[in-house]
């Protein structure tokens, strides 16, 4: 695993760290996601939210108060109280609290049974975890998903961030969906930001939580610090 933050620009803190899955010899996550099949699918899943927290601990994240983000795959989860118990004993061997784990799903991977969907969601959050819909804006359904299930926070794709500050409509969209969220109690990330404007912009349309490598890049065994400091972050620091 490789961790990248997630930053509360209010403050330059990280919110939370994302677990990202790489090869042993650091291959890209498409390579290693390509080899997942319907009968490896569940050992996958278990092993890389396993991996991503004793990972995570190592890197030092307890010395955060920092959530611990992991993607998992919807489809893998037959039972969601069955299908977590390795994840808590993991967290309870780490000492990692359980409530700082947030679970991704990505819209990329078709969800075709709602109320499987909706049970999974409903299970998480009454164990105390956070759950987020990861890539939203590029996949199979789009805002339809929201009319089937709300998650507590949402990660805008960064095609729909990039060059965010030159497209009009693009931004008149994520104007409209962030207003959306915020009507709905839903938090909301943008992922993918690797310009000063893009991030100007962002930041001028009111997100405050931002993932991406102008910010940070992933980092093996460690947790990357704010490798860009934003001029009201500056200022903020001078004052206080």
Known sequence: ???????????????????????????????????????????????????????????????????????????AVYT????????????????????????????????SDSAHICNIIDSYRNMGFTVALDDFGSGYAGLNLLSEFQTDVIKLDMELIRNIDTRLPRRMIVESMVALCQRMGIIVIAEGVETEAEYDAVRAIGIDLIQGYLLAKPMFQGLPPLAWTPPELRELRLAS
Do not use: H
């Open 80 to 111: 969601p109280k069955a299908c977590i118990q390795l994840t808590l004993r993991t967290a309870a061997e780490q000492d990692f609290p359980p409530e700082r784990l947030m679970f991704e799903m990505t819209e990329n991977e078709r969800m």
């Open 1 to 75: 695993m490789a961790f990248q933050p997630i930053f509360d620009m209010r403050t330059g803190i990280p919110w939370a760290y994302e677990a990202l899955v790489r090869g042993p010899n650091g291959e890209s996550a498409a390579s290693i996601l390509d080899r997942v099949s319907p009968e490896n699918r569940y050992t996958f899943d278990q092993r890389c939210r396993v991996a991503a927290i004793e990972g995570a601990v190592a890197a030092g994240i307890l010395r955060s108060e920092a959530k611990l983000s992991i993607n998992f795959m919807p489809n």
